[in-house]
């Protein structure tokens, strides 16, 4: 399949040079959809993208998490490194980075384990995400769970739009401050609660 992957308006051109500089990162897809459907552009790019950068309320580390254990369900390397690297740009700690690649939930805090639960049992469709969305929503607020749920919305998203233009890769590596990390496969019994999980503090009701 050919791809027209020339520069497009020197007003989008210049951004997305910057961008794929900065995180060296492929967006010729994008390039694509420009040449092929103006109309789609401009809803992925003005609709979706700007949905895709919010966040409100979710700590940079929660929806790190999520989002990593969203691509690598969708199975792009790209995406999860770009994941990680805006990530460490936030000010995420490495570590946590490389245990959520790794799947070592050991090594997460026990909140952020949580969400790598909760997010795994999201994107597997999973009966147990309802039993953690409480827990989720009493770290987080009700916001922070909108929040949450973005970040494993758009790990799905990219992947699938990119895969199906035919622009998808798959690569099991992804590096963290060019140390190289090896992904593990998302488990199934990842989506377990954790043992010491308890249930949120709810308030008395008032008294009348």
Known sequence: ???????????????????????????DYLRHVWHVSRGA??????????FASGRDALPADAAAIAGIVSTRHADCGPCTQITVDMALEAGVDPAVLKA?????????????????RFAHAVVTADITAGDMRPHIVDLYGEKGLVDLATAIAVGQVYPAFKRTLGFGDTCLQVTINAEPVKA?????????????????????????
């Open 1 to 27: 399949m050919a791809h027209k992957t020339t520069p497009i308006a020197f007003w989008f051109e210049r951004p997305m040079r910057r961008m794929e500089r900065r995180y060296a990162y492929n967006l």
């Open 100 to 116: 959520a690649i790794a799947g070592d939930l050991d090594h997460l805090p026990h909140a952020l384990a949580l969400v790598y």
């Open 41 to 50: 552009f401009r809803r992925f790019a003005f609709g979706f993208m700007w």
């Open 184 to 208: 593990q496969r998302l488990r199934a019994h990842a989506a377990a609660p954790p043992p010491a999980l308890k249930p949120p503090t709810l308030a008395p009701p008032p008294v009348r």
